[in-house]
């Protein structure tokens, strides 16, 4: 009996002792990530609205959508004077590895004038690439619909990755789409 006793109290006071080590670390942790995570919105939003001095948060529904993809965030882009230049939306369109966490940015006219890729889990030196300059840029200047070559459009898909590439194509759709549609964008 005491074979089974002593290691089960052992065992468990090891997983005590480790469960409070990771709730202390992840409440050390919690607010530098999350000032990380700003940090990373406000850059792709400055980097997909560049003419933009400010950002203004768009209230949406916690479950908003549009073409089946969801749309985690919106802001109005505003130049130096507050005028309305365009808009910026995040959209969480799946891809091969799960969600794909990027930002549009869509003028009044409905052009895209930048993407950015917040994070995907896509696979290593494929779809992953998603995340590079080159595949980005294209989008720069597209207006709806966008599609990869494979189906019709202009945007060139990495290679080995169309899953990838149609995603973030289907992506700066809804954007441009939701925009057009909720915040007074063109289309």
């Known amino acids: 009996m005491n074979q089974i006793v002593r290691p089960t ?6 997983c ?8 202390v670390v992840e409440s050390i942790t919690r607010e530098p990530i999350r000032i990380q995570e ?6 792709g939003m400055q980097k997909v609205a560049p003419e933009a001095a400010s950002f203004e948060e768009i209230e949406i529904a916690d479950d908003a959508n549009y073409d089946g ?12 004077s507050g005028e309305t230049i365009g808009y910026v939306v995040e959209v969480l369109p799946n891809g091969f590895g ?29 779809g992953a690439n998603a995340k590079e300059a080159w595949f980005q840029d294209q989008f720069v200047g ?23 590439s ?8 809804a954007a441009i789409n939701w925009a057009a549609e909720n915040a007074g964008g063109a289309n």
């Open 9 to 14: 109290v052992v065992l468990g006071a090891i």
């Open 16 to 23: 005590i002792v480790c469960g409070g080590l990771l709730g």
């Open 38 to 43: 700003e940090a990373a919105a406000a850059e």
């Open 69 to 80: 993809i969801s749309v985690a965030s919106a802001n109005t882009a505003l130049d130096a």
């Open 98 to 126: 799960g969600s794909i966490d990027m930002m549009v940015g869509v003028d009044l006219e409905g052009t895209v004038t930048g993407i950015s890729i917040l994070s995907l889990s896509e696979s290593p030196g494929l």
């Open 142 to 164: 597209m207006t709806a619909p966008v599609a990869v070559e494979k189906d019709g459009g202009q945007v060139q898909a990495i290679t080995s990755s169309t899953i990838t």
């Open 166 to 173: 149609r995603a973030v194509s289907n992506g700066v759709n």
